[in-house]
């Protein structure tokens, strides 16, 4: 099994230019996540969703979007971006009963926005 | 979520128990306390997690105390490998409860 597997895994952008991260997961999970993390700090959670068409706002959702048309996809979008963007993003995804073990993250997408 | 307190940094000799502690003093009855690491900017591994009971899987063993107010990750013979950002986190894991709230964490070197 793969788990989690974000595309691509390093990119650079210019200010104002748009691009789309993809998250895939093979495991059935209903709930998927996208998350930053800045250099010497936590994850943050940007966006999620608990099934196939819903999407939610997370801690920090201002310049992205999200969408999970298909049950194994979840892709984050920055529409223009801004050099504050820049961080490495990770995607995860869950099981959502009660006891269940956690979260499977993928390896991350460093981004920078120049 | 209850908020977890850990320590910021801790070495540990190669071949040694690590042991991380983790304090949660104000965790409600139906939350669990799940432990992760990030080995140098990778994804988040996910440990164990655990809600009464002491728990053991083949990575690590948690500790928690009767009172439920903290708890101890064990590495019981840790590895180079094993130097990694450990978090200590508290949330209930029932349907609706999505959010994963990572703070700092305890970063964990392990000496030769």
């Known amino acids: 099994n793969a788990g989690v597997t974000q595309t691509p895994k390093f990119r650079v952008l210019k200010t104002g230019q748009s691009m789309t991260l993809l998250c895939a997961q093979d495991m059935n999970h209903e709930y998927m996540y996208w998350y930053r993390q800045d250099p010497g700090m936590g994850l943050r959670l940007i966006h999620y969703s608990v099934g196939e068409g819903t999407t939610a706002k997370g801690e920090v959702p201002d310049g992205y979007n999200v969408s999970r048309l298909k049950k194994q996809n979840f892709l984050l979008g920055l529409e223009s971006a801004a050099p504050s963007q820049t961080s490495v993003y990770f995607c995860a995804s869950s099981y959502p009963q009660r006891g269940e073990g956690g979260y499977t993250f993928g390896s991350g997408t460093r981004l920078t926005v120049v | 979520d209850a908020k977890t307190t850990q320590p910021p940094s801790m070495d540990c000799a190669e071949g040694r128990a690590a042991n991380l502690p983790c304090n949660h003093s104000?965790?409600?009855?139906?939350?669990?306390v799940y432990w992760y690491r990030q080995i140098h900017s990778q994804g988040p591994q996910y440990i164990i997690h655990?809600?009464?009971n002491n728990e053991t899987n083949e990575m690590a063993s948690l500790i928690i105390t009767e009172d439920r107010k903290s708890s101890t990750l064990i590495l019981p013979h840790a590895t180079l490998r094993d130097t990694a950002v450990y978090y200590c986190?508290?949330?209930?894991?029932?349907?609706?409860?999505?959010?994963?709230?990572f703070g700092k964490g305890t970063k964990l070197s392990v000496i030769p």
């Open positions: 104000t965790i409600s009855g139906n939350e669990y």
């Open positions: 986190i508290v949330r209930d894991s029932g349907a609706g409860s999505y959010q994963l709230t």
């Open positions: 655990g809600l009464k």
